[in-house]
């Protein structure tokens, strides 16, 4: 170990693993440092500094001489910490009465006050700036000011806003506080169970350890202190879990005290500081105990023998293991195996008596030892490549064979065999004695064999926590912490260092749910103490993480194919954290290998595990229209944030997962299907990347690849937050079988408009009790089923209709009939917003209130819009008026505005008349639905396009100025209202190539003696477009060209008359701003903007609505839709308005032509 200077204080640089003696040394008590001590601090001189609250003192005393104390007073009170400096000056806490932070001077032997606070200061720290903070933990704040300011200034906040939170810019009663060389500040924030880090400048700290911080940490119960070794790891007293904890390559853990509070010496109480002296050693004031407790460095530079890989929290090994070495060289009945950390395996052949050793990159053994020694159960491999061999079966010993001098010698006396060998970090050997229900150790460092000593177990079997019944294998970690594999007891037991009573971590008897075991026969712990287990009499490996145990190889039952184990017994970690597993039933070594590349990156963090299985009381489907079915389960899924997920699967089944948005459906797999996958997550999982939003229901379905597979599986979730997954299925009851037979004489409908007549049977549900219900067909027919609500009606088949296996997507929100629906608002005609709303064979009179309101909307309408295209025409229709295109445009519009506001009438009338009058004549109904629609689009789009002409040769008049060229606008206006014309109707045609009348009448129910002829509508007539995929995308194309392009049209030449024009003006006046140019364009040329900003402001209602996602039911949305209907046709009755009553010229054409027509008219 290297140790670096840093100011006053000690930032030892430290291996890898750095190792602390857990039992402490007690070099001072209360007499010495007072009743629960919290202030500590050892200097680069290993000087020792302790604030006595008791006394109200500081007490001295050098490292190797306790007895020589120097004891400094002064006129503080209950000092909470205390900071040396490299010239021996103290800074004492003195704020809890007196308000103040005092500093001691060295030279002259005075204390004098070099800050005011508001509370006592739990934490002080000298920065290498020479500025010193405060860390107020009654004032939720850290506080600092420059010991080079010669006036005592103001403090400044370094960190916390002074209120309680757990925001980043807020503190709980901060402890400790550490400042690196890059005046980084560390804050211990108590009360919030969290280590924040403050950059310089920044309010807002980041959270490096315990809750809330961003990359799993340590679980912390009121922090108090926090220190960095040279490497910037973090040390940290985590109080009231009564430990020290610290960070390194592995991530974090216990280093100190890792055991429940006490006085023993290797319990602390309350800790609250801790300070390093030169050589690494580590000082912690054990409060409630009222001393201090020195931990010895004891092997910083301890090298394993063995690997204990990191894995990413969803490790998955390759479920199908490879056979690295069968009875030829293993032997029969192979159960002790060891890969060191050269990836050199070891394995102990019981039938030759041998040790064979191969690099696991060679087929054949490199190298093969034979010694004195029968029926090794175990063996354990030192980073020297000393071999220790169990021999205990006959020969009552444990024998080391030296590497370096080929021999073997006794090492410990035995009673029976150990079925567990295992060296710690103090070359302490320890034996598993299954016979004897005992684990046995001793110190390998003592030069005489001496008897050993009692790890574990009493000698009896037995269940309690101090007992073992047939232990296995063993496991000691860097903390001497001793697990135990306890076969017949079904358990793993912990005893930690000097413990004989035993704490269950896994299987039977533990206090948290962990996982079912029979006779655990090997335990390993991987970097970051997360436990492996070898379950022999279930034939698999199990290991636990952040979310439980799960299982990882041989999930499939025992036996001998490669995704199978028999019997397995012990195994061991490569470097690359591949399995190596004695499957002893079988004869042969397994090698399984860890999937590192379906890790997730760090971006994605794991959320959770979800554990089920598919039984044979699951729900059933077809996945692929045959006849083969598989179980399932639907899963509901909760988002919590927008992001990116991945769902893994694990399990001992073939899975097969796939997404839904907002159902599944499984009469129809392929509805609202996302995303499905089979194998690609490993070997026979799935694995779905995929983008989910919050707020959305999406539904999880697991299944299997082959039909009515079972078995238990695991889906893992990685991604921004946490998804909440529930659990749709529900067990299949069968209640009531009911069956039946369709023939020439059942009943017969349209199911849809294009599907000829059905046979079809109705049955009446009678629900006893509430809940969720499932019908299930099985026949020999493509069979449809639908449930109905109150009636079914044959000529209404969309009628009361509450689920259905088929029909259109989101059948729910279906706009129009079975024969005409749209996803999108924009294909609305006035059929499909009226046809739910009128009543067949009732009067006018009678009919709705939207009805009776429509009615007389029309007639308003067509009057206003016949008066406007009479005035408009008689303003039009002057050779002054025609002067330019634009003349020549709107004499035009004034006619088919006229045109299309007849139409529109025509079609309402129509429309109602016909579904009021269901014995409409076929050939009336035939014509009209052939006719009227397509000559309505055609004068509203060509009225639409009119005003856009208009519109644009307005802007080009503002660009061109004096140079416009009057006698061009208007042969391109005569061209552009003889083409326009043909154009629209070349983009109808397809219309009129599908638009058809569909009529038909069912035959009866002749079964159904309930239903008389009044019952239903004798015939059903309805005028219909059913368009292919792609005539359907042209369509949408079409109807969104002639409704967007006005509008973009009109939007634009209204912005460039305003802007463009003000852009002219600049050019030309410069001694006018920009703004002032834009306000004298709108004055000046008012009037040719307000036509095109009205014709805007009346386009976007259907604009809108024609953009609104997915659809919606007309019969709960009517007034939208309609209001947005008739809005469309207003510009057709706004001419005069909008184009003639602004305009000076117009107005001036409008009056001469009515003196005109009063001349002529007068007698």
């Not at 169970?193 to 310089?200: A, E, S, T």
Request: glycine share 6%; hydrophobic share 35%; charged share 15%.
């Amino acid at each position: 170990m290297n140790s670096t200077l840093c100011h006053s204080f000690n930032q030892p640089t430290f291996s890898p693993t750095p190792i602390w003696d857990s039992n402490a040394i007690t070099i001072a008590n209360r007499s010495i440092v007072g009743y629960n001590p919290i202030g500590i601090f050892v200097n680069t001189n290993n000087t020792i500094y302790v604030a006595n609250q008791e006394n109200n003192t500081i007490v001295i005393w050098h490292e190797e001489s306790v007895d020589q104390v120097k004891i400094i007073r002064g006129n503080f009170t209950r000092p909470a910490s205390l900071f040396v400096t490299s010239n021996g000056d103290i800074y004492i806490d003195d704020g809890t009465k007196n308000g103040r932070v005092q500093k001691w001077s060295a030279e002259i032997n005075t204390f004098v006050t070099v800050m005011n606070v508001n509370s006592s200061c739990y934490g002080l720290f000298v920065d290498i700036n020479n500025t010193l903070y405060c860390s107020m933990a009654e004032h939720r704040q850290v506080v600092k000011r420059s010991l080079n300011d010669a006036v005592m200034t103001l403090n400044r906040a370094a960190a916390g806003t002074g209120t309680v939170g757990l925001a980043s810019n807020q503190l709980s009663s901060p402890r400790e506080i550490f400042v690196d060389v890059n005046l980084d500040l560390y804050v211990v924030d108590c009360l919030n169970d969290r280590v924040q880090l403050f950059q310089p400048g920044e309010s807002n700290g980041i959270t490096v350890a315990g809750s809330g911080s961003l990359n799993p940490t340590i679980i912390l119960y009121y922090p108090t202190e926090i220190i960095l070794d040279a490497d910037k790891y973090l040390f940290i007293v985590d109080s009231l879990n009564n430990r020290i904890v610290s960070s390194g390559l592995n991530g974090f853990r216990c280093l100190v005290g890792c055991y429940e509070k006490g006085s023993q010496s290797n319990q602390l109480n309350d800790p609250h500081s801790l300070s390093f002296d030169c050589s690494g050693n580590m000082f912690v004031t054990d409060s409630s105990n009222s001393r201090i407790q020195k931990f010895l460095l004891m092997k910083d530079s301890f090298a394993l023998s063995f690997n204990q890989p990191k894995f990413c929290s969803t490790a998955i090994w390759n479920s199908n293991g490879i056979t690295l070495a069968n009875r030829s060289i293993a032997g029969e009945y192979p159960v002790a195996i060891f890969v060191n950390t050269n990836n050199t395996i070891y394995v102990a052949n019981k039938e030759n008596n041998t040790i064979v050793l191969w690099d696991e990159e060679s087929i054949n053994p490199a190298k093969i030892i034979s010694g004195n020694f029968t029926q090794s159960h175990s063996l354990f491999v030192t980073s020297n490549g000393d071999i220790y061999i169990d021999d205990g079966h006959e020969n009552g010993r444990v024998q080391r064979w030296n590497a370096d001098t080929n021999t073997f010698v006794t090492v410990m006396n035995v009673n029976a065999s150990c079925r567990g060998l295992f060296v710690d970090i103090n070359d302490t050997l320890y034996c598993s004695m299954s016979r004897n229900h005992q684990v046995v150790s001793r110190s390998l460092n003592d030069p005489v064999t001496t008897s050993n000593h009692v790890a574990a177990g009493t000698g009896f079997p037995g269940s309690a926590s101090n007992e073992l019944k047939y232990p296995g294998g063993i496991f000691v970690d860097v903390n001497l912490d001793l697990y135990v594999a306890d076969c017949n007891n079904d358990r793993v037991q912990l005893f930690q260092s000097g413990e004989l009573n035993g704490t269950t971590v896994a299987g039977r008897t533990s206090k948290n749910p962990t996982i079912t075991l029979n006779c655990p026969s090997g335990i390993i712990l991987d970097a970051e103490k997360y436990l492996f287990i070898a379950d022999q009499n279930n034939h698999r490996i199990v290991g636990s993480g952040l979310n439980g145990f799960r299982c990882l190889v041989g999930c499939h039952g025992g036996g001998s194919k490669s995704n199978q184990l028999n019997s397995l017994f012990s195994f061991s970690f490569d470097l690359l954290g591949n399995i190596f597993v004695t499957d002893q039933g079988n004869y042969r070594i397994q090698k399984f290998k860890y999937l590192k590349k379906f890790c997730t990156n760090t971006s994605s963090l794991f959320q959770q595990i979800y554990s089920s299985s598919l039984t044979k009381i699951n729900q059933i489907y077809y996945r692929n229209c045959d006849k083969q079915n598989y179980y399932y389960e639907s899963i509901r899924m909760k988002v919590i944030e927008t992001g990116d997920y991945t769902f893994r699967s694990s399990g001992n089944i073939d899975s097969y997962g796939s997404i839904y948005k907002i159902k599944f459906n499984p009469l129809d797999p392929s509805e609202n299907l996302l995303k499905t996958d089979d194998d690609s997550g490993s070997d026979a999982q799935f694995k779905l990347d995929i983008h989910l939003d919050v707020d959305r229901i999406y539904v999880l379905v697991v299944t299997t690849f082959d039909s009515k597979e079972t078995g238990e599986f695991w889906i893992v979730v990685l991604g921004k937050n946490k998804v909440i997954l529930e659990s749709l299925s529900t067990p299949v009851n069968i209640q009531f079988n009911y069956s039946s037979k369709l023939t020439d004489d059942s009943p017969t409908y349209y199911r849809d408009c294009q599907v000829p007549q059905c046979h079809y049977e109705t049955l009446q549900i009678d629900v006893i009790t509430t809940g969720l219900y499932i019908l299930w067909s099985e026949n020999n027919i493509n069979a449809y089923g639908y449930i109905y609500k109150n009636d079914f009606n044959p000529l209404k088949p969309s009628e009361n209709l509450l689920l259905s296996h088929g029909g259109p997507e989101e059948s729910s929100c279906v706009i129009g009939d079975q024969c005409n629906f749209y996803i999108k608002g924009i294909g609305l005609t006035l059929d499909d917003i009226l046809h739910d709303e009128l009543q067949p064979n009732t009067v006018l009179n009678n009919q709705s209130f939207s009805i009776k309101f429509s009615a007389g909307l029309t007639i308003i309408m067509f009057l206003a819009g016949l008066i406007n295209s009479i005035l408009s025409f008689i303003t039009f229709q002057s050779k002054d008026s025609q002067q330019v295109g634009c003349g020549m445009y709107l004499l035009t519009s004034s006619i088919t505005s006229l045109l299309a506001i007849s139409t529109f009438i025509i079609k309402f009338w129509f429309v109602v008349l016909t579904h009021i009058n269901v014995f409409t004549s076929l050939s009336i109904l035939r014509g009209g639905c052939a006719s009227i629609e397509p000559i309505l689009k055609l004068f509203l789009y060509l009225d639409g396009w009119l005003n856009a002409c208009v519109a644009v040769e307005r802007a080009v008049l503002i660009f061109k100025g004096i140079k416009f060229d009057k006698k061009k606008s208007k042969s391109i206006a005569r061209r552009t209202i003889l083409i326009l014309p043909f154009c629209i109707v070349g983009t109808l045609t397809h219309e009129l190539a599908f638009r058809r009348l569909f009529e038909y009448e069912p035959v009866p129910d002749i079964t159904d003696t309930s239903r008389t002829n009044e019952d239903t509508i004798k015939r059903y007539v309805s005028c219909i477009t059913r368009y292919s995929p792609t005539v359907q995308d042209y369509n949408t194309a079409v109807l969104f060209f002639h409704l967007v392009g006005p509008f973009i049209v009109n939007l634009f030449s209204a912005l460039f008359i305003i802007f463009g024009g003000a852009q002219q003006r600049s050019v030309a006046r410069t001694n006018q701003n920009f703004k002032e140019h834009i306000q004298e364009q709108f004055r000046e040329h008012k009037q040719l903007i307000i036509s095109p900003i009205v014709l805007l402001i009346l386009s976007i209602p259907r604009l809108i609505i024609s953009l609104l996602p997915s659809c919606a039911k007309t019969s709960e949305n009517l007034w939208l839709y309609l209001g947005a209907y008739f809005i469309s046709f207003t510009p057709s009755m706004l001419i005069f308005l909008i184009f003639v009553f602004p305009s000076e010229l117009y107005m001036k054409a409008f009056k001469q032509s009515m003196i005109r027509i009063r001349r002529r008219t007068s007698p």
